[in-house]
């Protein structure tokens, strides 16, 4: 009905994600009428379609002198002007005795000027029958008292991309018919409740882009009416419980692009009346049990882009009855969606999951979600077996299940298995249900867990490791130590802490691994007053880690048909050294990778190694040293000298699957005038120690072909994590084969994508939010 209003309110949103503003273009619409008066010199005057913020139809006499570095008002203006528009000069006063001459003056459009006070604008007598007002890209730093008490009918005040900094807490006073304030992208760093206390009307806010780290609490309690909070871009790390309360007719809020780690979701519960709400981009690591519970009116939900996010655990969404449609896409390391985490999403009709690290969607999901009418998983590194029965074609079995039924795929030419080998590249759709195994091994994906994790001396530690299979997998963790952790049993309450047996994992009993459980042992470690927690999904907890915990921890999912394993170095900065240097942390109780003082191994391959360290003053004489270790020969010495300033070097030639100790000597005593205390103190190499990569071998078989037997795959990979955890070397099984399929889709999932907005914040006078309009955004702005 009203595309152009629409593409307007597209940009504006736009500009509050991205910082850009688009000018935008008004002038290709089919009804402009010639307007026969003397029109100001270079300027076009014509009468235009012209909507109301509040959706009224106007054919608009419009002075449209856009684009003339103009320094002073263009004259004459005829007396009827409806729209005046001046955006992109050069003005910074304004005689506003000509514009009191305009008694119809309806639409002022002073975007893109150098006006750096409001006053020169509204001050002298009033502007009765202006609506809207745009003052956005200028240089406007402060907003004193009643700023615009001399526009009693505004409906529409443009102020975003400016430099404001400070807003009086009655600069709005008189705005009583106000329906939309943008005051985004400017340089605010609280938002003051008072403000909006003279916005009785307000039904569209604009807040983003602003420095805000935390809304105040009730800091929106007077915007009874409002309908949209777009609050992007802000910094925001938590939301207080009580930050939005008040808006009891807020239909769409969006979140984007800030720093929560976690769902609001107690703010959020005390906003009944939500329908589209918007998490892109943030820190969210985990979408917790219960975080979206109870939200009776939501209809759409966006979880996308979001880099940390890794696991969506059981109930996260439950019941939300009135969800249709739930994105998470483009999470690169979302490899798991709990089979049980949508509960009575009794409306749920489009679930979009593409580009992200899912091996599977779980034929519970597709049970659970009676009316769901499309599924997105494409750009995913799908597991084409016992996971996907769903998915296959039916049309050789006669069991139809419910989750048979038609569901759509969007982009099923690119919904493409990535195992088992022999469907690799096939479309998901294309598979028929015999050509896949009744059950399948489990599998952790390489994106879930990081191969390297920091913590601080006394800190948290929290380690999610996830794995899908058929049947459901056990998962475990077991430390440097070689004790193996379990999660309480499953009958307890969900969270609690593993309370009794954990037994070692000894090689022999490794080896038969039925009876490894019935092997308790009594270790301190194990008891959960110490500090281990272990949650059934797959996640360790370690409070108050101490130095003597860093090491090697591996991650295991097992199943009766086998097991997959991966291990993440864990790495503790001890806290003195921290305080003191910043930057210069500890890493102590290395198994792998020793690290003394600042020198590091940062990227270990078969043939190279590329080592950098803290210290910039390395004096001419620094050196570094290397030699392969093996147990039963002494080898040669290798020495280079490093060109001073540099921080880092490539040790290139390297042995594959070999030890090496290299060691930093940054120059003697005497010649160490400006060096480092500590280091000169020392006097010591610093040196560190690694194992280069295994030479690939032939793609060992973890998945389950139909040809292996199951023992075979179980026995093979139970000796796989017995040598992992004898030399604890190996950090990362042999599953390169794996890990390759995974990096290349990840490739070919990011490059194509520009940032993707999941626009469906935008709801306005009645005309419902487009659904998810997706824009890309490096072309648009
Ligand atoms: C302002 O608009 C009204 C109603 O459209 C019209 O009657 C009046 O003549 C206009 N005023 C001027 C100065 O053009
Ligand atoms: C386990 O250790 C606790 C104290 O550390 C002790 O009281 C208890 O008797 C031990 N249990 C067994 C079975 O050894
Ligand atoms: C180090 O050297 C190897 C072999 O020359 C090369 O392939 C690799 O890209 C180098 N790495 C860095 C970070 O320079």
């Not at 018919?177 to 409740?193: E, G, K, Q, V, Y």
């Not at 949508?342 to 597709?366: D, K």
């Not at 490794?510 to 949650?535: E, F, I, Q, V, W």
Request: aromatic letters at 6%; one cysteine or more.
């Amino acid at each position: 009905m009203r595309p152009t209003l629409d593409f307007l309110q597209s940009q504006c949103l736009l500009c509050v994600f991205v910082g850009v503003c688009v000018p935008t273009v008004v002038g290709s619409l089919p009804h402009t009428l010639p307007w026969p008066v003397s029109c100001p010199v270079r300027c076009v005057c014509q009468i235009k379609p012209w909507f109301s913020p509040d959706s009224v139809y106007h054919e608009a006499p419009t002075v449209d002198c856009n684009d003339l570095l103009l320094t002073t008002l263009p004259l004459p203006i005829p007396t009827n002007t409806h729209t005046l528009r001046l955006q992109s000069n050069l003005l910074s006063e304004l005689d506003t005795e000509v514009l009191h001459g305009l008694p119809n003056l309806t639409d002022l459009d002073l975007s893109q000027n150098r006006f750096s006070r409001v006053r020169p604008i509204t001050q002298g007598s009033s502007l009765p029958s202006l609506l809207s007002l745009h003052l956005d890209e200028n240089h406007l730093s402060h907003l004193p008292e009643s700023s615009f008490s001399s526009l009693p009918a505004l409906q529409e005040l443009f102020l975003s991309h400016n430099n404001l900094h400070s807003i009086a807490p009655g600069a709005f006073i008189g705005l009583d018919s106000l329906l939309r304030l943008h005051i985004n992208n400017n340089r605010l760093a609280t938002i003051n409740p008072w403000w909006f206390r003279a916005l009785p009307s307000l039904e569209v806010l604009m807040l983003g882009g602003n420095p805000v780290e935390a809304l105040p609490e009730k800091g929106f309690l007077a915007l009874k009416s409002l309908r949209s909070l777009v609050l992007g871009g802000m910094g925001l790390r938590g939301l207080a419980e009580e930050a939005l309360d008040g808006l009891d007719g807020l239909e769409s809020l969006s979140f984007y692009d800030n720093l929560l780690t976690k769902v609001p979701t107690q703010a959020l519960r005390r906003v009944p009346g939500l329908k589209f709400l918007d998490l892109n981009k943030n820190r969210i690591k985990l979408i917790e049990t219960g975080d979206f519970r109870d939200m009776v009116h939501l209809k759409e939900l966006g979880l996308n882009n979001m880099d940390d996010l890794v696991s969506i655990e059981e109930a996260a969404l439950e019941n939300l009855p009135e969800l249709t449609k739930l994105e998470i896409t483009n999470n690169p390391r979302l490899s798991y969606i709990h089979p049980k985490a949508f509960l009575q999403l009794s409306r749920l009709e489009s679930l979009m999951l593409n580009s992200n690290s899912l091996s599977a969607l779980h034929q519970h999901i597709m049970v659970s979600l009676p009316s769901l009418q499309e599924v997105s998983l494409h750009s995913n590194p799908l597991r084409c077996d016992c996971l996907f029965h769903w998915a296959a074609l039916q049309k050789d079995t006669q069991t139809d299940t419910e989750a048979a039924r038609m569901v759509r795929f969007i982009q099923p030419q690119a919904t493409l298995c990535s195992e088992p080998p022999e469907l690799r590249a096939r479309r998901v759709r294309e598979v028929s249900s015999r050509e896949m195994s009744a059950f399948c091994l489990p599998i952790i994906p390489a994106s879930s867990l990081p191969s390297y994790v920091g913590v601080r001396e006394g800190g948290k530690l929290v380690l999610h490791c996830r794995g899908l299979a058929d049947p459901q997998p056990e998962m475990y963790w077991v430390t440097p130590s070689g004790l193996r952790l379990s999660p309480a049993p499953r009958l307890a309450t969900k969270g609690l802490r593993a309370p009794a047996p954990c037994p070692r994992l000894t090689p022999t009993e490794g080896l038969n691994h039925k009876s490894s459980s019935s092997h308790a042992r009594n270790d301190t470690a194990c008891n959960p007053s110490k500090h281990y927690r272990l949650l059934p999904e797959g996640t360790l907890e370690i409070n108050k880690v101490t130095p003597s915990e860093a090491g090697l921890y591996t991650c295991v999912a097992e199943n009766v048909l086998g097991a997959d394993t991966r291990s993440v170095t864990v790495g503790v900065h001890s806290r003195k050294k921290n305080r003191k240097g910043g930057k210069s942390a500890n890493l102590k109780g290395f198994p792998l990778f020793r690290v003394d003082a600042g020198l590091e191994v940062r990227e270990v391959e078969q043939h190279y190694a590329v080592l950098s360290w803290l210290s910039r003053r390395n004096l001419p004489s620094t050196r570094i040293s290397w030699q392969a270790i093996y147990s039963n020969a002494h080898t040669p010495i290798y020495t280079t000298r490093i060109l001073a300033g540099t921080q880092s070097f490539n040790l290139t030639h390297l042995q594959a699957q070999t030890f090496y100790r290299v060691c930093l000597h940054l120059g003697t005593v005497h010649d160490v005038k400006h060096a480092n205390r500590r280091l000169r103190e020392s006097g010591n190499p610093q040196c560190a120690s690694f194992k280069t990569k295994d030479i690939p071998e032939p793609k060992p078989s973890l998945q389950l072909s139909p040809e292996l037997t199951s023992t075979a795959v179980t026995l093979l990979l139970l000796t796989l994590i017995l040598l992992l955890l004898a030399g604890q070397s190996w950090d990362t099984l042999p599953k390169e084969g794996a890990q390759e399929i995974h990096n290349t889709l990840l490739l070919e999932i990011k490059s194509p994508k520009a940032l993707i907005i999941n626009h469906n914040t935008q709801e306005s006078n009645g005309h419902q939010a487009k659904q998810s309009e997706k824009l890309l955004l490096h072309e648009d702005c």
